[in-house]
C-alpha cells in the first residue's frame, strides 16, 4: 500500500490519508472515516485508509529516544504523512477532549526531524451520539496539530446523534447532512490541490513572462 501509495502521489494525483481515532470495533467516527473514503474517491482522490492500531505507541518517555528510537506506530504515522497530500482524521471526544492514544501518537510523531506535520493539511471529524457530535473534541485537537504547523481546514464537521445517523449501506440518513457531508470534503479536496499545483503553475507563468524565480519570492504581482 505504501509503495502504491508513492506511486500514486508522483503520478500528479491529490492522495489522502484517512483514519478514525479509535480502537473500538464498529466504532462511529470509523463509519465515518470510511464514508469520508467513498467520498474522496467519488470525486477522484486517491485514498489510504488506515486503522489507529497501525499507529499505536506505548506512553510518551524521553528516556525511551536513544540511538534515535521512535516506535514503529510513529514511524507508520510519519511514513503515511509524507506519503500523502493531506490526511483526515474522525476523532472521538473523550472527556470533552481528544482521545489520549491520538495525543500520545502526536507527540512521539513530532519528535522526527524534519518535523513532518508541518505545512501538511488536515480536515478533522466527529461523531458521536450527544448533541454536539464531539466537537469540543475537534477543538482540542487543533491546538497541537496547528503548533506543529499543521493547515488545519477551517470547517471541521461534527455529526449529532450518530448512532442513529447511519443507513445500511453505511450513508447518512439525512440528505441534506450527506449533502453538506460531501461539499465539506471537496471543498478540502479544492484546496488542497490548489496548495499542491498553484506553486508549479505559479513559477511556470512567471518564468512564461522572462523573468526569473527565486526562494525569495512569496507573490506573483
Not at 490519508?17 to 470495533?25: E, M, P, T, Y
Not at 534515535?68 to 470533552?96: K, M, S, V
Not at 493539511?121 to 458521536?128: E, P, Q
Not at 499543521?150 to 464537521?157: C, G, K, Q, S
Request: net charge negative; aromatic share 10%; hydrophobic share 40%.
Amino acid at each position: 500500500m505504501m509503495e502504491d501509495q508513492q506511486n500514486t502521489n508522483q503520478q500528479g494525483h491529490t492522495s489522502f490519508l484517512i483514519f478514525s481515532a479509535s480502537l473500538r470495533d464498529n466504532s462511529i467516527n470509523t463509519r465515518l472515516a470510511k464514508l469520508a473514503a467513498q467520498v474522496i474517491g467519488k470525486n477522484g482522490g486517491t485514498v489510504d485508509f488506515a486503522i489507529m492500531s497501525e499507529f499505536d505507541c506505548p506512553s510518551f518517555n524521553q528516556d525511551l529516544e536513544v540511538d534515535n528510537y521512535h516506535p514503529e506506530g510513529a514511524q507508520e504515522f510519519r511514513n503515511r504523512i509524507l506519503a500523502n497530500d493531506a490526511f483526515i482524521i474522525a476523532a472521538p471526544e473523550y472527556n470533552g477532549s481528544m482521545p489520549g492514544i491520538l495525543k500520545n501518537m502526536i507527540d512521539w510523531v513530532s519528535r522526527f526531524r524534519p518535523q513532518p506535520f508541518h505545512q501538511h493539511h488536515a480536515l478533522l471529524m466527529s461523531a458521536s451520539p450527544s448533541m454536539a457530535g464531539g466537537n469540543r473534541g475537534l477543538w482540542s485537537l487543533r491546538i497541537p496539530l496547528e503548533h506543529l504547523g499543521t493547515r488545519v481546514y477551517p470547517d471541521m464537521f461534527s455529526l449529532a446523534t450518530a448512532h442513529e445517523a447511519f443507513d445500511e449501506d453505511g450513508g447518512l440518513k439525512d440528505k441534506t447532512l450527506a449533502k453538506r457531508f460531501e461539499d465539506n470534503l471537496v471543498g478540502f479536496m479544492n484546496l488542497v490541490e490548489a496548495s499542491k499545483h498553484y506553486p508549479c503553475i505559479k513559477k511556470a507563468w512567471v518564468e512564461f513572462l522572462g523573468e526569473k524565480t527565486d526562494k525569495e519570492t512569496e507573490r506573483v504581482e
